[in-house]
């Protein structure tokens, strides 16, 4: 069955350092996500993908934040310098045909720690 | 902002024990999800429900969306160990929003 994957699992980076965060969407799909989820908390939307462009992000997905499909597989997240309240899992997920009602399929994460 | 809240926050029950878990909101979502997440792993999709007051069934799982789109509940008959985890429903409205989640401890 086809599935979300995300590399790394863990990233470890200092304060202030550019982290990528890697995903590999279902192939047939159109629309990507990217969450994010601070420990003991609950599943915040960052923002959504579509037609190579930026269709919806949420208050915090700031200046700091920027998302990229550079070939025909990947979508990225990059943080260009990273705060301690960074830290978190970041979920990316991919749906096929619609923004709203369609499924969307989540990757396993990746767990950002920001020292 | 449109907001989700579940409850109850947290349930342990014994097995073979029934129980239903509630989403609710102030806002009307045209769509809205169940999820299942584990610790450290991603959400996993159990249903969608579109329609107001529509029922799905999933094996155990009946899953309700109320008729004003604002609500949904989630009913579990014999709760197996299996059903321990984390519940999350998540709503399309302006945005998507997650609700935080119910916390099940099915005890053998």
């Known amino acids: 069955e086809p599935e979300v994957t995300q590399t790394p699992s863990h990233q470890v980076t200092q304060m202030g350092q550019e982290v990528i965060l890697r995903c590999v969407p279902i192939?047939?799909?159109?629309?990507f996500y990217w969450y994010r989820q601070i420990l003991g908390q609950k599943v915040e939307f960052l923002v959504s993908?579509?037609?190579?462009?930026?269709?919806?992000k949420s208050e915090i997905f700031d200046d700091q934040f920027s998302v990229e499909r550079p070939d025909g597989s990947n979508f990225t997240l990059k943080i260009r310098s990273t705060k301690l309240e960074d830290s978190a899992m970041y979920f990316c997920?991919?749906?096929?045909?619609?923004?709203?009602?369609?499924?969307?399929?989540f990757g396993p994460g990746t767990r950002l720690t920001v020292l | 902002t449109q907001l989700l809240e579940q409850s109850p926050q947290f349930l342990s029950i014994q097995e073979g024990e029934n129980l239903t878990v509630y989403c609710n909101s102030s806002?009307?979502?045209?769509?809205l999800q169940w999820y299942r997440q584990e610790p450290g792993e991603g959400p996993v999709l159990l249903v969608t429900?579109?329609?107001?007051?529509e029922v799905k069934k999933l094996k155990r799982l009946t899953f309700q969306f109320g008729d004003a789109r604002k609500d949904s509940s989630l009913h579990i008959t014999a709760a197996q160990p299996g059903d321990t985890g984390l519940y999350l429903c998540?709503?399309?409205?302006?945005?998507?929003?997650f609700g935080p989640g119910t916390r099940l401890s099915v005890l053998p």
């Open positions: 997920a991919s749906s096929g045909w619609s923004w709203g009602t369609d499924t969307q399929y």
């Open positions: 429900v579109v329609t107001g007051g």
């Open positions: 993908f579509y037609n190579n462009e930026i269709s919806e």
């Open positions: 806002s009307v979502f045209s769509s």
């Open positions: 998540a709503g399309r409205g302006q945005n998507f929003v």
């Open positions: 192939s047939n799909h159109l629309y």
